[in-house]
């Protein structure tokens, strides 16, 4: 099965900075989806990366705060901008094609203080 | 609004035993669930699957059973391993399209497999 190597795999940032995540898978995909787990959460989708278009976000994320880029079949980023606290959470990618399961990477615990 | 739950936080089986991790769901327009293991500091991985039209997928040492009736589905281990400890999520979808799918994930279960 592909494999999905994402990083920074952990992260301590500044409220009011930004902090990019890349995500990058070692076959292509048509399907690549960026979710967020908060402490004692449920993992939560945030937005599908589409390639050659604009992300599609779930309700109660926006692109302003969280843009996307899938510049090709293999890659994304997650921009987390103008951090506060609230956003400490682990951030995953998820990838997979049609007629497999859903994989996902390992994941970026960010703390913002 | 939590469409998928799993209202066991921790679960503590002797190994050797059955583990049973339970996942209800309030959706009735879900027709696709999965379960995923995580380890610490690690992504969840893919552990089993089952469709709608079924009511029971098998897997090795994983069983899947699903309920519609009862928006209801649960996993289990048998015989459960040391290895098994992990957090166990379920989660679910409104697409039976593989890999295209958004998934509904539960709060998930710890489960630890006591010596």
């Known amino acids: 099965s592909a494999v999905i190597s994402q990083k920074p795999s952990r992260d301590i940032c500044q409220r009011g900075t930004s902090l990019t995540i890349q995500c990058q898978v070692d076959?292509?995909?048509?399907?690549m989806f960026w979710y967020r787990q908060q402490p004692g959460q449920s993992l939560t989708l945030i937005a599908t990366?589409?390639?050659?278009?604009?992300?599609?976000?779930e309700s109660g994320f926006v692109i302003d705060k969280f843009p996307i880029s899938r510049p090709n079949l293999t890659f994304s980023t997650l921009t987390v901008s103008n951090m506060s606290p609230e956003d400490s959470s682990i951030y995953l990618c998820?990838?997979?094609?049609?007629?497999?399961?859903?994989?996902f990477g390992q994941g970026t615990r960010l703390t913002v203080v | 609004d939590q469409q998928v739950k799993q209202n066991s936080p921790s679960l503590s089986v002797q190994e050797g035993r059955i583990s049973i991790l339970n996942c209800d769901y309030t959706n009735s327009m879900f027709d696709y669930f999965l379960w995923y293991k995580k380890y610490p500091a690690e992504g969840p991985t893919f552990l089993i699957s089952?469709?709608?039209?079924?009511d029971k997928n098998e897997d090795g040492r994983f069983t899947v059973f699903l309920n519609k009736s009862a928006k209801h589905l649960s996993l289990h281990i048998v015989p459960s391993q040391p290895g098994d400890s992990a957090v166990y999520f379920c989660a679910a979808s409104v697409s039976p399209i593989k890999g295209a799918q958004k998934l509904v994930f539960g709060q998930g279960t710890r489960l630890t497999i006591n010596p």
């Open positions: 990366a589409n390639q050659g278009s604009e992300a599609t976000y």
């Open positions: 998820s990838s997979g094609d049609f007629g497999t399961e859903a994989f």
């Open positions: 089952i469709s709608s039209i079924k």
């Open positions: 076959s292509q995909v048509t399907m």
